[in-house]
């Protein structure tokens, strides 16, 4: 079954503070993990990515953590700020794929507070 | 305009209307895809194009009908559409098929009366 479980649904957090959202999913044929961050009124626009190969990549403040074994990957954002609060997505997909499907978790509503 | 863009922005409709959304990408890409946003759900791809040929239909209802003209302009034809069909629907683009960065454009807010 080709899902993507995310939680939380939301979550609250102090400006400087580190937002944790994990993901899990089933399909051991993904090879293709994005997190992409969406404003109101705006499309999803992609954030950071990682592939199997590496169970780390950080750009910035934001970090993903992979765990191929245990089929889970998590975004760290680091010293959160107000302007991160957003919908965050986790998304999976097979490279090269013949259909491009990227498949999506439900989204993560993160509120940095001041 | 850069990017990828959507209109209209909104949208209202009755159940016997017969409307288009349009979708155009600027950033050269070959692949275009229509995808559902609503309240309860993931995002739900709804049809993928590759060089104006349709490669994925993921058992969307047939009142939403997909055109692909060229490769920089989608359009969705909605006609005869159910209240459970309001949401955001978004376009997305991206170079190839695959495991590549989809762009989105802004979505346009659908409410089906």
């Known amino acids: 079954q080709q899902q993507v479980k995310q939680s939380p649904q939301s979550l609250i957090v102090q400006k400087g503070g580190i937002s944790i959202i994990n993901c899990a999913y089933e399909?051991?044929?993904?090879?293709?993990f994005p997190w992409y961050q969406q404003f109101p009124g705006k499309g999803p626009a992609l954030l950071i990515a990682?592939?199997?190969?590496?169970s780390e990549k950080k750009e910035g403040r934001f970090t993903i953590s992979f765990n191929k074994s245990a089929k889970q990957f998590s975004l760290h954002i680091m010293d959160s700020q107000p302007g991160d609060s957003a919908t965050y997505f986790c998304?999976?997909?097979?490279?090269?794929?013949?259909?491009?499907?990227?498949?999506f978790g439900k989204g993560t509503k993160l509120s940095v507070k001041p | 305009e850069t990017g990828v863009t959507q209109t209209p922005r909104h949208l209202v409709m009755g159940m016997t209307n017969k409307k288009s959304l349009k979708c155009e990408q600027h950033?050269?890409?070959?692949?275009m895809y229509w995808y559902k946003q609503s309240a309860k759900k993931p995002l739900e791809l709804m049809f993928v194009y590759s060089l104006e040929e349709r490669v994925e239909n993921n058992s969307v209802p047939s009142r939403f009908s997909p055109e692909c003209p060229n490769s920089s302009h989608l359009f969705l034809h909605l006609h005869t559409l159910q209240p459970e069909d309001s949401a955001l629907y978004l376009c997305?683009?991206?170079?190839?098929?695959?495991?590549?960065?989809?762009?989105f454009g802004p979505g346009t807010r659908l409410t089906v009366l």
């Open positions: 997305a683009s991206s170079q190839f098929l695959g495991g590549d960065e989809q762009f």
């Open positions: 990682i592939r199997p190969d590496v």
């Open positions: 399909n051991t044929a993904f090879d293709y």
């Open positions: 998304a999976a997909s097979m490279e090269g794929g013949s259909q491009g499907n990227l498949i």
């Open positions: 950033l050269g890409h070959n692949a």
